[in-house]
């Protein structure tokens, strides 16, 4: 029996790989029960892990199984470094990941200038722009959350690890908006949010993904500045007019989601009302007027003015607000007829017919009054 445990006794050198179980830790050391040796096995603190510990428990308890690096042999005793052990371990590990692209999760383990410290084996560091996709003032709170990384760098020479949480981020957004594309289609009318305005339009957000309203997709009408229109935060109506699922760009329509402005206009605007409307476009043959917002009908040159005039611009210039009377309506060809000159023979009548009623009147009672007074005289 002795010469079998004899036998079964192995004599460990300096970088030998070791397996055993914790039998006691003490505030800067662990003992170990080396498998096939006599000698104890000792983790001094520093050995422990590849961060700062302040004591052993934070890092092992009695009955865990360990494995560790002989770092030095005394006569009684084997020096060992879990840490050695689990940084060869790691740097394989890590390399594959970084081969693969995996993602894996972490615990920070503590905050330094500059970003998040994990251990994965070996100390990797989490830089502060990658950490998420907006700015983080404070990371506080960071500490002892689990956060899904993947590796962006490694320098096993340099003993150098670098992790992303924010590629992780990106990339689950990714998918997301890819699958937000391949769900919707050209023609389809949905609702958004808009949530960032520019100059030249306003994003408006339809689920996993922004899509563009340009701005002259904005309105019926001519639009100077999107703020005219609209605000962020509405809740706005769009059309899908295009997807780019490559380029991840979605254009979007408000205007288009609106009803036209000819529709109905029949039961709208009837022949012979009166509107009032701006005056937007001049031609030699007459001036185009604005009465709805995107509906404008022609003022033929014949029908500006009671004089004869050569040519709408000794009239009327472009913004003039004026009033028209209805010629004819055609909804379908989105045809309006309109005249100036009616209401203004219309207002000459009506002046002239106030003119003679009044003239009338009172002269026909100034001739009775006058002949009245001649006869009583001539008696």
Known sequence: MEEMNQVDVRVYEV??????????????????DVEGSKLVGIIPISELSSLHIEK???VLSVGDAVVAKVKKVEDEALILSKKA??????????????????????????IVKGGLVADVGVRAFIPASLVEKEFIEDFSDYKGRTLTVKVVE?????????LSHRAVVEEEEAAKKKGALQSIQVGQVLEGTVVRMTNFGVFVNIGEVDGLVHIS??????????SDVVKEGDVVKVKVLAIDEESGRVSLSVKAALPAPWDGIEQKIKE???????VKRLAPFGAFVEVLPGVEGLVHISQIST????????????????KVKVLAVNEQEKRLSLSIRELLEEDVEEDYREYTTSTETTTGFQIGEVIGDQLKKLK
């Open 15 to 32: 970088g030998d790989t070791v397996k055993g179980q914790v039998t006691k830790v003490e505030d800067k050391q662990v003992l170990i």
């Open 154 to 162: 490694l320098d096993r020479e340099k003993n150098r690890v670098v």
């Open 85 to 110: 052990a689990d940084a060869e371990q790691a740097w394989e590990v890590l390399e594959q990941k970084l081969a693969n692209g995996e993602t894996f999760d972490v615990v920070v383990k503590d």
């Open 307 to 322: 004089k004869h005039i050569g040519t709408p611009h000794e009239v009327l210039k472009e913004g003039d607000v004026v």
């Open 56 to 58: 052993a428990s934070d």
């Open 272 to 278: 012979g009302d009166v509107l009032e409307g701006t």
């Open 217 to 226: 997709q904005l309105a019926h009408t001519r639009v100077d500045h999107p």
